[in-house]
Protein backbone atom coordinates (compact mmCIF):
# COMPACT_ATOMS: atom_id res chain seq x y z
CA UNK A 1 0.00 0.00 0.00
CA UNK A 2 1.55 3.27 -0.96
CA UNK A 3 2.49 6.05 1.44
CA UNK A 4 -0.64 9.05 1.21
CA UNK A 5 0.33 12.08 -0.97
CA UNK A 6 0.65 14.68 0.14
CA UNK A 7 1.22 12.66 3.29
CA UNK A 8 1.81 14.67 6.65
CA UNK A 9 5.10 13.36 8.97
CA UNK A 10 4.81 14.26 13.01
CA UNK A 11 7.41 13.85 14.81
CA UNK A 12 5.66 10.45 16.31
CA UNK A 13 5.37 9.14 13.19
CA UNK A 14 9.05 9.65 11.78
CA UNK A 15 9.90 8.39 15.61
CA UNK A 16 8.14 5.08 14.97
CA UNK A 17 9.84 5.13 11.36
CA UNK A 18 12.72 4.54 13.00
CA UNK A 19 12.02 2.63 16.08
CA UNK A 20 10.63 0.18 13.41
CA UNK A 21 9.63 0.72 9.70
CA UNK A 22 6.81 -1.97 9.96
CA UNK A 23 5.39 -0.37 12.89
CA UNK A 24 5.41 3.34 10.61
CA UNK A 25 3.45 1.17 7.99
CA UNK A 26 0.30 -0.25 10.14
CA UNK A 27 -0.13 2.46 12.11
CA UNK A 28 0.13 5.68 9.38
CA UNK A 29 -0.51 3.67 6.26
CA UNK A 30 -2.70 0.93 6.80
CA UNK A 31 -4.09 2.91 9.56
CA UNK A 32 -4.63 -0.33 11.65
CA UNK A 33 -6.41 -0.37 15.24
CA UNK A 34 -5.00 -3.17 16.80
CA UNK A 35 -6.36 -4.12 20.58
CA UNK A 36 -3.37 -5.18 22.38
CA UNK A 37 -2.34 -3.74 25.15
CA UNK A 38 1.21 -1.86 25.43
CA UNK A 39 2.59 -3.04 29.08
CA UNK A 40 2.04 -4.73 32.26
CA UNK A 41 0.25 -3.45 34.78
CA UNK A 42 -2.66 -2.26 32.49
CA UNK A 43 -4.74 -0.82 34.61
CA UNK A 44 -2.42 1.66 36.19
CA UNK A 45 -0.41 2.59 33.18
CA UNK A 46 -3.83 3.52 31.25
CA UNK A 47 -4.78 5.44 34.89
CA UNK A 48 -0.91 7.25 34.19
CA UNK A 49 -1.87 8.07 30.92
CA UNK A 50 -4.80 9.67 31.27
CA UNK A 51 -3.90 11.36 34.55
CA UNK A 52 -0.99 12.74 32.09
CA UNK A 53 -3.14 14.11 29.22
CA UNK A 54 -5.29 15.62 31.89
CA UNK A 55 -1.97 17.38 33.34
CA UNK A 56 -1.99 18.64 29.64
CA UNK A 57 -5.37 20.39 30.04
CA UNK A 58 -4.95 21.55 33.59
CA UNK A 59 -1.88 23.66 32.28
CA UNK A 60 -3.21 24.31 28.79
CA UNK A 61 -6.50 25.98 30.66
CA UNK A 62 -4.51 28.28 33.30
CA UNK A 63 -2.18 29.49 30.16
CA UNK A 64 -5.07 30.70 28.83
CA UNK A 65 -6.24 32.94 31.69
CA UNK A 66 -8.07 30.77 34.01
CA UNK A 67 -7.54 31.33 37.75
CA UNK A 68 -5.09 28.70 39.58
CA UNK A 69 -7.74 28.43 42.15
CA UNK A 70 -10.26 27.25 40.04
CA UNK A 71 -7.91 24.93 37.31
CA UNK A 72 -6.68 23.47 41.00
CA UNK A 73 -10.19 21.86 42.43
CA UNK A 74 -9.52 19.93 38.75
CA UNK A 75 -6.44 18.12 40.04
CA UNK A 76 -8.38 15.30 41.86
CA UNK A 77 -6.10 12.08 42.24
CA UNK A 78 -2.50 12.55 44.29
CA UNK A 79 -0.26 12.40 41.34
CA UNK A 80 -2.47 15.25 39.78
CA UNK A 81 -2.26 17.19 42.75
CA UNK A 82 1.50 16.92 43.18
CA UNK A 83 2.43 17.81 39.44
CA UNK A 84 0.18 20.56 39.67
CA UNK A 85 1.58 22.25 42.58
CA UNK A 86 5.06 21.61 40.94
CA UNK A 87 3.89 23.35 38.53
CA UNK A 88 2.75 26.16 40.07
CA UNK A 89 5.95 26.66 42.18
CA UNK A 90 7.95 26.04 38.97
CA UNK A 91 6.96 28.47 36.75
CA UNK A 92 5.24 32.16 36.88
CA UNK A 93 5.51 33.46 33.66
CA UNK A 94 5.71 37.49 33.38
CA UNK A 95 2.78 38.19 30.06
CA UNK A 96 4.14 41.64 30.57
CA UNK A 97 7.05 40.59 28.44
CA UNK A 98 6.53 37.42 27.08
CA UNK A 99 4.17 36.51 24.80
CA UNK A 100 2.33 32.84 25.34
CA UNK A 101 1.32 30.30 22.97
CA UNK A 102 -0.17 27.39 24.50
CA UNK A 103 -0.97 24.16 22.37
CA UNK A 104 0.10 25.45 19.15
CA UNK A 105 0.41 23.94 15.84
CA UNK A 106 3.04 24.73 13.54
CA UNK A 107 3.53 22.96 9.66
CA UNK A 108 5.72 23.23 7.08
CA UNK A 109 6.98 21.75 3.37
CA UNK A 110 8.80 18.95 4.00
CA UNK A 111 10.33 17.10 0.48
CA UNK A 112 7.33 17.58 -1.24
CA UNK A 113 5.45 16.34 2.22
CA UNK A 114 4.10 18.01 5.34
CA UNK A 115 5.32 18.77 8.84
CA UNK A 116 3.71 18.95 11.64
CA UNK A 117 4.18 19.42 15.55
CA UNK A 118 1.88 20.27 18.34
CA UNK A 119 4.05 22.08 20.98
CA UNK A 120 2.77 22.26 24.81
CA UNK A 121 3.75 25.85 24.83
CA UNK A 122 6.11 28.32 22.76
CA UNK A 123 6.64 31.65 24.88
CA UNK A 124 8.86 34.37 23.62
CA UNK A 125 8.98 37.64 22.22
CA UNK A 126 11.34 38.95 18.88
CA UNK A 127 13.12 41.25 21.50
CA UNK A 128 13.89 37.91 24.18
CA UNK A 129 13.91 34.91 21.81
CA UNK A 130 11.99 32.02 21.76
CA UNK A 131 11.38 28.96 24.15
CA UNK A 132 9.64 25.67 23.58
CA UNK A 133 8.60 24.18 26.59
CA UNK A 134 7.23 20.58 26.55
CA UNK A 135 5.44 18.84 30.24
CA UNK A 136 6.63 15.36 30.98
CA UNK A 137 5.08 12.90 33.39
CA UNK A 138 7.86 10.49 32.94
CA UNK A 139 8.35 8.18 35.62
CA UNK A 140 11.99 8.40 35.47
CA UNK A 141 14.05 11.20 34.34
CA UNK A 142 15.54 10.55 31.09
CA UNK A 143 19.50 11.42 30.48
CA UNK A 144 19.71 14.34 28.45
CA UNK A 145 22.11 12.51 25.80
CA UNK A 146 18.70 10.28 25.44
CA UNK A 147 16.68 13.25 24.55
CA UNK A 148 18.76 14.96 22.75
CA UNK A 149 18.52 12.34 20.35
CA UNK A 150 15.05 11.88 20.07
CA UNK A 151 13.14 13.09 17.34
CA UNK A 152 10.99 15.16 18.79
CA UNK A 153 14.12 17.80 19.87
CA UNK A 154 14.71 17.67 16.49
CA UNK A 155 11.71 18.24 14.71
CA UNK A 156 10.32 20.77 17.29
CA UNK A 157 13.17 23.20 16.90
CA UNK A 158 13.85 23.18 13.20
CA UNK A 159 10.16 23.84 12.76
CA UNK A 160 10.16 26.79 14.59
CA UNK A 161 12.96 28.19 12.85
CA UNK A 162 10.71 27.58 9.47
CA UNK A 163 7.24 28.18 11.07
CA UNK A 164 7.43 30.51 13.69
CA UNK A 165 7.88 34.05 11.52
CA UNK A 166 4.13 34.93 12.82
CA UNK A 167 5.34 34.97 16.00
CA UNK A 168 8.61 36.89 15.21
CA UNK A 169 6.97 40.12 13.34
CA UNK A 170 7.04 38.16 10.34
CA UNK A 171 10.76 37.53 10.01
CA UNK A 172 11.96 33.64 10.47
CA UNK A 173 13.52 32.71 14.00
CA UNK A 174 16.69 32.41 13.84
CA UNK A 175 18.27 29.07 15.57
CA UNK A 176 20.44 30.50 18.25
CA UNK A 177 17.25 32.54 19.44
CA UNK A 178 15.47 28.78 19.92
CA UNK A 179 15.81 26.76 22.77
CA UNK A 180 13.19 23.64 24.14
CA UNK A 181 13.28 22.44 27.75
CA UNK A 182 11.31 19.50 28.88
CA UNK A 183 9.66 20.13 32.04
CA UNK A 184 9.25 16.93 34.78
CA UNK A 185 6.42 17.35 36.48
CA UNK A 186 7.80 14.79 38.93
CA UNK A 187 11.35 16.16 38.81
CA UNK A 188 10.46 19.88 38.86
CA UNK A 189 13.80 21.41 39.79
CA UNK A 190 15.83 19.02 36.92
CA UNK A 191 14.45 20.41 33.68
CA UNK A 192 16.57 19.28 30.37
CA UNK A 193 17.42 22.41 28.37
CA UNK A 194 18.49 22.13 24.77
CA UNK A 195 19.81 25.36 23.02
CA UNK A 196 20.06 25.14 19.57
CA UNK A 197 22.39 26.94 16.72
CA UNK A 198 22.28 26.93 12.68
CA UNK A 199 24.52 24.51 12.62
CA UNK A 200 22.51 21.84 14.55
CA UNK A 201 19.43 23.66 12.54
CA UNK A 202 20.74 22.60 9.01
CA UNK A 203 21.85 18.97 10.37
CA UNK A 204 18.53 18.33 11.74
CA UNK A 205 16.74 20.02 8.24
CA UNK A 206 18.61 17.86 6.33
CA UNK A 207 18.14 14.59 7.71
CA UNK A 208 14.14 15.13 7.97
CA UNK A 209 14.39 16.22 4.30
CA UNK A 210 16.58 12.74 3.84
CA UNK A 211 14.39 10.74 5.93
CA UNK A 212 11.11 12.07 4.43
CA UNK A 213 12.31 11.25 0.82
CA UNK A 214 13.37 8.17 1.80
CA UNK A 215 9.89 7.10 3.69
CA UNK A 216 8.02 8.48 0.76
CA UNK A 217 10.26 6.13 -2.17
CA UNK A 218 10.37 3.22 0.01
CA UNK A 219 8.64 -0.48 -1.55
CA UNK A 220 8.41 -2.03 2.04
CA UNK A 221 9.01 -1.57 5.63
CA UNK A 222 10.27 -4.37 7.45
CA UNK A 223 10.16 -5.34 10.85
CA UNK A 224 13.45 -3.93 12.98
CA UNK A 225 15.34 -6.37 13.86
CA UNK A 226 15.35 -4.78 17.76
CA UNK A 227 13.09 -7.06 19.11
CA UNK A 228 13.07 -5.04 22.38
CA UNK A 229 10.69 -2.59 20.76
CA UNK A 230 8.04 -5.43 20.18
CA UNK A 231 7.63 -6.01 23.74
CA UNK A 232 6.08 -2.34 24.16
CA UNK A 233 4.46 -2.47 20.50
CA UNK A 234 0.68 -2.87 20.22
CA UNK A 235 0.43 -4.75 17.09
CA UNK A 236 3.19 -7.72 18.44
CA UNK A 237 0.71 -10.47 18.34
CA UNK A 238 0.03 -9.33 14.61
CA UNK A 239 3.48 -9.59 14.00
CA UNK A 240 3.83 -12.80 15.76
CA UNK A 241 6.79 -10.80 18.32
CA UNK A 242 4.88 -12.70 21.33
CA UNK A 243 1.57 -11.89 23.22
CA UNK A 244 2.38 -10.94 27.04
CA UNK A 245 2.82 -6.97 27.08
CA UNK A 246 6.27 -5.77 28.45
CA UNK A 247 6.37 -4.97 31.79
CA UNK A 248 7.91 -1.78 33.92
CA UNK A 249 10.13 -3.60 35.75
CA UNK A 250 13.71 -1.58 34.55
CA UNK A 251 14.30 2.20 34.15
CA UNK A 252 14.55 1.13 30.36
CA UNK A 253 11.68 -0.27 30.21
CA UNK A 254 9.35 2.57 32.28
CA UNK A 255 10.89 4.91 30.15
CA UNK A 256 9.85 3.03 27.12
CA UNK A 257 6.27 2.64 28.29
CA UNK A 258 5.99 6.17 29.11
CA UNK A 259 7.46 7.54 25.82
CA UNK A 260 5.17 4.78 23.97
CA UNK A 261 1.69 5.90 25.86
CA UNK A 262 2.98 9.81 25.11
CA UNK A 263 2.67 9.46 21.59
CA UNK A 264 -0.64 7.78 21.06
CA UNK A 265 -2.68 11.14 21.14
CA UNK A 266 -0.11 12.61 18.16
CA UNK A 267 -1.20 9.53 15.94
CA UNK A 268 -4.37 12.16 14.82
CA UNK A 269 -2.28 14.30 13.21
S1 LIG B 1 5.59 -5.76 16.96
FE1 LIG B 1 7.76 -5.31 16.57
S2 LIG B 1 7.98 -5.68 14.37
FE2 LIG B 1 5.78 -5.48 14.73
S3 LIG B 1 5.32 -3.34 14.40
FE3 LIG B 1 5.72 -3.58 16.57
S4 LIG B 1 7.89 -3.11 16.83
FE4 LIG B 1 7.54 -3.50 14.66
Known amino acids: MPLPVPFTFSQASLQDHQDCPRRFQLRYIERLSYPAIESEPTLENERHQQEGETFHR ?43 YPEMTLSAPLAGSRLMAKYDLVTGSPENGFTIYDWKTYRKR ?100 GIRAGGGDTIESELTLDITLEQVPEIEL
Open 58 to 100: LIQQYLLGIPAEKVSKLANSTNLERWWMNFLASFNFDRQTDLL
Open 142 to 241: PRNEFLVTRLQTRVYRALLARAGAHLNSGQPITPERIEMIYWFADFPNEPARFRYDPSQDKRDWDSLEKTAKEITAQASFPPTDETRQCAYCTYRSYCDR
